[in-house]
């Protein structure tokens, strides 16, 4: 199959005459003082430098993957040309810190690697493996699964001692920054050098991304769990590089929803009592939390947000009744929200003050996951006609969007430092969220939303501080992707501790498309839909392209610490599966997944404490 994706070039047009709430005109101001650029990237993928990438069929390199991103058509590993829709702003290739380099070396003849035990095992290993082009235009199921097992298998070769001194480190290690600073391009294009550190079991992974060029990052090497399991020693050694160096470092961890309650305790990695000590660190080095990507979401479960009717989503993992609560809330995002309200009361700093972004984790080099256009995880999950049945579980996600000056890495790297950035599961929805004690309910209809957003009151990523005697107001727009679906509905979910010590959730719709009114029992009517199965197609005869609001919290505690992040609803699109059934004449998909989902955004949080 040969899918090749044009880019689509969109004109904006902003109105800039307009009236405030009291009927009196403005002019724009003559000098912003805030970010009024919204910028899109992926801080999670792999190339053929990854172990696991290589050993699923993936050959393309972080060359390549930068070329892809910025727009270009390249050769896909099984063989087909594609092109990203749409180019992204900024990128980071984050391949696994653990035998960085090893495999592709072996393959190239380095004889010293090649001679060690592990060496040998991988080199018979890789002999034995089908051409991925074979498996991916198979005749049957049967040859497809049969190929497919061959990859899975050989991915267990991926762990394993190849005796890498630190020669061998710092060179792949150079390549890595090289290829970063080749493709950095202020103004236009950002990359960060970076790569994963992947401690486990359970999932304790996470993307190290580094502000610096090459005058500082040739002055580290990348930290594996080989170094040690304990993330808290990664963050020791990313704060011993910051202070060596005057550059900065964070630290982002991924895939919570897998790392069987391990990613957001009430302890620390060795069962001690987290002290400020421990929270200020982490805070510091960890601003961001990566919530959905294509090992599923991990905003929130059913299991803990039962009375969530949207939590349901993209879920990955087996939870059932026997499972303590306590450790399937510290796997998710929304839990740990509340949870570092609880230990802030009790040793008096936030561990878990966090902003959300989304990434792909896609091991193929490709950082596409829009739904009709998605490249699966890894080589052997390219597009062929036997993948909707055989990897159904994946997710088609995700993106980061990030509010920014300018398009460079200080800019950027900044933006993420303060939290002013959100999660996406593809779609490229813009978001503006604010928080404050004065938001008039006709500021949701200026075209100055930012202005007034930030004269008064904070971003997404920021602190309420009480000045006023009342419940706090919080002004939100999302505009629909110009190329993608309309919106269903813009929720408010917030978490908050009683002055009992309750932790406490719940999810407000604030604002929705159409004429639909709550009913009785609290709930909003579904918007409907209009998927075609059959043609994997729909309409966007149904929801909004737009969708602004002031809402006050009607249940607002002014001695009660709370954190509020928005969610966004599209209408139903069609899912990934199903536009794979449409191309290659499936008349039946046995999947685990629905065939039919509502993608959506997730803001960065803002945080009321009480004085």
Same mark, same amino acid.
């Given at each position: 199959?040969?899918?090749?994706?044009?880019?689509?070039?969109?004109?904006?047009?902003?109105?800039?005459?307009?009236?405030t709430?009291?009927?009196?005109?403005?002019?724009?101001?003559?000098?912003?003082?805030?970010?009024?650029n919204?910028?899109?990237?992926?801080?999670h993928?792999?190339?053929?430098?990854?172990?696991?990438?290589?050993?699923?069929?993936?050959?393309?390199?972080?060359?390549?993957?930068?070329?892809?991103?910025?727009?270009?058509?390249?050769?896909?590993?099984?063989?087909?040309?594609?092109?990203?829709?749409?180019?992204?702003?900024?990128?980071?290739?984050a391949?696994?810190?653990?035998?960085?380099?090893a495999i592709?070396?072996?393959?190239?003849?380095?004889?010293?690697?090649?001679?060690?035990e592990?060496?040998?095992?991988?080199?018979?290993?890789l002999?034995?493996?089908?051409?991925?082009?074979?498996?991916?235009?198979?005749?049957?199921?049967?040859?497809?699964?049969?190929?497919?097992?061959?990859?899975?298998?050989?991915?267990?070769?991926?762990?394993g001692?190849?005796?890498?001194?630190d020669?061998?480190?710092?060179?792949?290690?150079?390549?890595?920054?090289?290829?970063?600073?080749?493709?950095?391009?202020?103004?236009k294009?950002?990359?960060?050098?970076?790569?994963?550190?992947?401690?486990?079991?359970?999932?304790?992974?996470?993307?190290?991304?580094?502000?610096?060029?090459?005058?500082?990052?040739?002055?580290?090497?990348?930290?594996?769990?080989?170094?040690?399991?304990? /993330?808290? +020693?990664?963050? @020791?050694?990313? &704060? $011993?590089?910051? =202070?060596?160096?005057?550059? #900065?470092?964070?630290?982002?961890?991924?895939?919570?929803?897998?790392?069987?309650?391990?990613?957001?305790?009430?302890?620390?990695?060795?069962?001690?009592?987290?002290?400020?000590?421990?929270?200020?660190?982490?805070?510091?080095?960890?601003?961001?939390?990566?919530?959905?990507?294509?090992?599923?979401?991990?905003?929130?479960?059913?299991?803990?947000? /039962?009375? +969530?009717?949207? @939590?349901d989503? &993209? $879920?990955?993992? =087996?939870?059932?009744?026997t #499972?303590?609560?306590?450790?399937?809330?510290?796997s998710y995002?929304?839990a740990?929200?509340?949870?570092?309200?609880?230990?802030?009361?009790?040793?008096?700093?936030?561990?878990?003050?966090?902003?959300?972004?989304g990434?792909?984790?896609?091991?193929?080099?490709?950082?596409?996951?829009?739904?009709?256009?998605?490249?699966?995880?890894?080589?052997?999950?390219?597009?062929?006609?036997?993948?909707?049945?055989?990897?159904?579980t994946?997710?088609?996600?995700?993106?980061?969007g990030?509010?920014?000056?300018e398009?460079?890495?200080?800019?950027?790297?900044?933006?993420?430092?303060?939290?002013?950035?959100?999660?996406?599961?593809?779609?490229?929805?813009?978001?503006?969220?604010?928080?404050?004690?004065?938001?008039?309910?006709?500021?949701a209809?200026?075209?100055d939303?930012?202005?007034?957003?930030?004269?008064?009151?904070?971003?997404?990523?920021?602190?309420?501080?009480?000045?006023?005697?009342?419940?706090?107001?919080?002004?939100?727009?999302?505009?629909?992707?110009?190329?993608?679906?309309n919106?269903?509905?813009?929720?408010?979910v917030?978490?908050?501790r009683?002055?009992?010590?309750?932790?406490?959730?719940?999810?407000?719709?604030?604002?929705?498309?159409?004429?639909?009114?709550?009913?009785?029992?609290?709930?909003?009517?579904?918007?409907?839909?209009?998927?075609?199965?059959?043609?994997?197609?729909?309409?966007?005869?149904?929801?909004s392209?737009?969708?602004?609001?002031?809402?006050?919290?009607?249940?607002?505690?002014?001695?009660?610490?709370?954190?509020?992040?928005?969610?966004?609803?599209?209408?139903?699109?069609?899912?990934?599966?199903?536009?794979?059934?449409?191309?290659?004449?499936?008349?039946?998909?046995?999947?685990?997944?629905?065939?039919?989902?509502?993608?959506?955004?997730?803001?960065s949080?803002?945080?009321?404490?009480?004085r």
């Open positions: 199959m040969r899918r090749v994706m044009v880019p689509i070039c969109l004109l904006l047009i902003c109105l800039i005459t307009a009236t709430g009291a009927g009196k005109p403005y002019s724009p101001p003559l000098r912003q003082d805030y970010p009024n919204l910028y899109w990237g992926d801080t993928l792999h190339t053929y430098l990854s172990s696991d990438a290589y050993l699923l069929g993936t050959t393309i390199t972080p060359d390549q993957a930068y070329r892809f991103a910025k727009g270009e058509t390249i050769r896909a590993t099984g063989g087909d040309d594609v092109r990203i829709r749409q180019p992204l702003d900024f990128l980071m290739v391949d696994h810190s653990e035998n960085l380099g592709p070396a072996i393959v190239a003849g380095n004889k010293r690697l090649a001679a060690t592990h060496g040998k095992k991988v080199a018979a290993v002999a034995g493996l089908p051409a991925l082009p074979d498996i991916l235009r198979a005749r049957t199921r049967d040859e497809f699964d049969q190929g497919n097992m061959a990859f899975t298998r050989a991915k267990s070769a991926k762990a001692d190849f005796d890498l001194d020669e061998f480190k710092r060179e792949v290690w150079g390549q890595v920054v090289a290829v970063a600073e080749k493709h950095n391009d202020p103004g294009f950002t990359t960060f050098a970076g790569y994963e550190y992947s401690s486990s079991p359970p999932m304790l992974h996470r993307n190290v991304l580094y502000l610096g060029g090459p005058t500082d990052t040739l002055k580290t090497l990348p930290y594996s769990k080989y170094d040690s399991p304990n /993330p808290e +020693d990664l963050w @020791a050694y990313l &704060e $011993s590089y910051r =202070k060596s160096t005057g550059s #900065d470092v964070i630290s982002i961890p991924h895939n919570s929803n897998l790392s069987r309650g391990g990613m957001f305790m009430t302890v620390t990695y060795e069962g001690k009592a987290i002290t400020p000590d421990y929270a200020r660190i982490r805070s510091s080095i960890e601003p961001l939390v990566e919530v959905t990507q294509i090992k599923g979401d991990s905003e929130t479960h059913p299991f803990i947000s /039962p009375n +969530d009717e949207f @939590a989503y &993209e $879920s990955w993992g =087996k939870i059932d009744a #499972d303590p609560k306590t450790l399937v809330r510290a995002v929304r740990a929200l509340q949870t570092g309200l609880d230990v802030e009361a009790n040793v008096g700093v936030n561990p878990y003050k966090f902003g959300l972004i990434a792909s984790d896609a091991h193929t080099g490709l950082a596409t996951v829009d739904e009709d256009n998605f490249w699966g995880k890894s080589g052997a999950n390219e597009p062929s006609p036997y993948r909707a049945s055989a990897v159904s994946f997710s088609a996600s995700g993106y980061a990030v509010w920014a000056k398009n460079t890495r200080e800019a950027i790297f900044a933006a993420m430092k303060r939290r002013e950035v959100y999660a996406t599961t593809g779609p490229r929805m813009t978001l503006r969220f604010f928080g404050g004690w004065d938001y008039a309910k006709s500021d209809e200026r075209p939303i930012a202005e007034v957003g930030y004269q008064l009151g904070v971003p997404m990523g920021g602190d309420l501080i009480q000045t006023k005697n009342k419940a706090p107001s919080f002004l939100i727009r999302a505009t629909k992707d110009p190329v993608g679906a919106l269903d509905r813009v929720q408010i917030k978490g908050w009683t002055t009992k010590g309750k932790l406490q959730e719940k999810v407000y719709d604030v604002t929705w498309s159409g004429h639909r009114k709550i009913s009785s029992d609290g709930k909003l009517p579904t918007v409907g839909s209009t998927v075609n199965l059959t043609e994997a197609s729909f309409q966007n005869t149904i929801g392209p737009e969708l602004s609001v002031v809402w006050m919290d009607p249940d607002f505690n002014k001695g009660e610490a709370a954190v509020y992040y928005v969610r966004v609803l599209e209408i139903p699109t069609p899912r990934w599966t199903t536009y794979d059934a449409k191309v290659y004449g499936l008349k039946e998909i046995q999947q685990k997944q629905p065939a039919v989902i509502q993608e959506r955004a997730y803001s949080p803002i945080w009321y404490t009480p």
